[in-house]
């Protein structure tokens, strides 16, 4: 492997595994996404990534030589849905990315691929069969496999987020494969994390709130595009934001000015309200990265999105596999 590793990145979102793969010394050669406004926010952000704005489904490598001879093919694919909505009409489409992120290993046979969804994906009796469909598909090709759940929080992000993650790599490079070890001790905090941001418009309170948002966040949940308007989760995770001092009912215009009375226990309107901007942040995004759309559909991104700490950790795992040395030095 001469020079920096490359990658083709699908289903590509906002950006998050892309970009934690670029910090890990990946170079994308194509990332591609059905959504518009996900495709604006990556062509923003990075003029010179070579972005398609397609569906997974539709995408064929024989269109796009540029995707052929990459060490890695990278897939933060939607969210499978949990048994309680497996139901809903979306979510077979869902599985069949699944699926079809497998086959394009078939056809472009990149050195290592990363999957990453829901929890679990690594070890749920509900998605066996797609394990084993992966391991039919991948193993003959020479393959050897990884499934594990990684926690955003371990990796310096300010949130409480489990993903399930498969990691396949040739198997001559699988040997010196190993899962990315925590990066932090102490989990950073959501007060932590945002009290300079609660600061920028003069609110007085900021530290005093941050104080009381002494905690990581809970999972930040980017819903569906057929379902109503921006929040922060189901009613679990409104109740935890709840003790912070947060009312995640909703997610705010801009941060509260010098007159906000911050009082939880007068209701929801003396609560503040996370911004999309903070969302980002919440997901372990740097401040400079911009994502573009409406409100809701510039959440539905970030909450959709990979943490790209979590990416660079992937990253880093899999350059050293492909290296043959499981310990990747640090991207620079």
Not at 31 to 49: G, I, M, S, Y
Not at 73 to 99: F, I, M
Not at 232 to 247: E, I, Q, Y
Not at 277 to 301: C, D, H, M, N
Request: aromatic letters at 6%; glycine letters at 10%; proline letters at 8%.
């Amino acid at each position: 492997m001469g020079g920096r590793p490359t990658f083709v990145d699908v289903c590509s979102g906002a950006g998050g595994l892309a970009l934690g793969l670029e910090q890990a010394g990946f170079e994308p050669r194509l990332l591609l996404d059905d959504d518009e406004d996900a495709v604006t926010t990556l062509r923003a952000n990075r003029p010179q990534w070579n972005v398609l704005h397609t569906d997974l489904i539709d995408f064929n490598p024989i269109d796009h030589p540029e995707s052929y001879d990459v060490d890695l093919l990278s897939a933060g694919l939607p969210r499978v849905k949990s048994s309680a909505t497996a139901k809903r009409a979306e979510s077979g489409e869902e599985e069949r990315l699944l699926r079809a992120a497998v086959h394009l290993v078939h056809a472009i046979r990149p050195r290592a691929v990363i999957i990453e969804n829901v929890p679990d994906l690594a070890h749920s009796d509900r998605y066996q069969s797609f394990r084993d469909f992966a391991r039919a598909e991948l193993a003959h090709l020479g393959y050897e496999f990884s499934w594990f759940v990684v926690n955003a929080v371990t990796f310096g992000v300010p949130q409480n987020r489990r993903q399930g993650v498969l990691v396949a790599v040739e198997r001559s490079c699988a040997g010196a494969y190993r899962p990315p070890a925590p990066t932090v001790t102490r989990p950073q905090t959501v007060g932590a994390a945002l009290e300079a941001s609660m600061a920028a418009r003069g609110w007085p309170d900021a530290a005093r709130w941050a104080a009381q948002a002494d905690q990581p966040a809970p999972t930040l949940v980017g819903g569906s595009k057929n379902r109503g308007g921006a929040d922060l989760g189901p009613t679990g995770a409104k109740r935890k934001w709840a003790t912070m001092g947060v009312n995640g009912h909703t997610v705010g215009d801009v941060v509260p000015g010098p007159d906000f009375v911050w009082d939880p226990l007068l209701g929801r309107k003396n609560m503040v309200k996370i911004t999309v901007e903070q969302a980002a942040l919440i997901q372990g995004f740097p401040e400079s990265w911009e994502v573009t759309g409406r409100k809701t559909a510039r959440y539905r991104q970030i909450g959709h999105a990979t943490p790209p700490p979590v990416g660079q950790a992937l990253g880093r795992t899999v350059a050293g596999a492909l290296l043959g040395d499981p310990v990747a030095p640090a991207a620079g």
